[in-house]
């Protein structure tokens, strides 16, 4: 809901001026605090799932830098990370099933798979709990 909120509302429960507010949200803009301002979006109320990839590669062949690329540049992709740990890479998957998800990673191994040590597929069945402003940050 505080989402919605405009300047003057959030001037008005804050006690600022609207110059204020909107000053501060200037500076969290500029100090890349704030990075985005759009919708959060239920995909499994889409019928969409949110799949993950956990991907250890082997880092000095030369095709991992193109593996990199390929997930970066899929339109499935949402999130992916260079990890610390028994993986390389968390990769995040936004997928219609689990046949698009499969058929997506088919692909992976096909054009990559000398590149690929081992992997870990997870597929969603039910979302538990997701938080775009966990309680940490204050």
Request: proline share 2%; charged share 25%; net charge positive.
């Amino acid at each position: 809901d505080s989402a919605r909120l405009t300047n003057i509302e959030i001037a008005e429960k804050t006690g600022l001026s609207r110059d204020a507010v909107a000053y501060r949200i200037k500076k969290l803009v500029d100090s890349n605090y704030l990075l985005h301002f759009r919708p959060a979006l239920n995909y499994l109320a889409l019928g969409l799932g949110v799949h993950a990839i956990l991907l250890k590669v082997y880092v000095h062949d030369p095709q991992h830098t193109k593996l990199e690329l390929f997930l970066k540049s899929a339109s499935e992709t949402i999130w992916i990370a260079q990890t610390i740990g028994a993986f390389d890479y968390i990769i995040y998957l936004l997928t219609e099933d689990g046949e698009q998800f499969h058929r997506f990673f088919d692909t992976i191994k096909e054009r990559f798979g000398e590149t690929i040590h081992s992997y870990q597929l997870l597929m969603t069945h039910s979302q538990r709990k997701y938080s775009f402003m966990p309680k940490c940050i204050k």
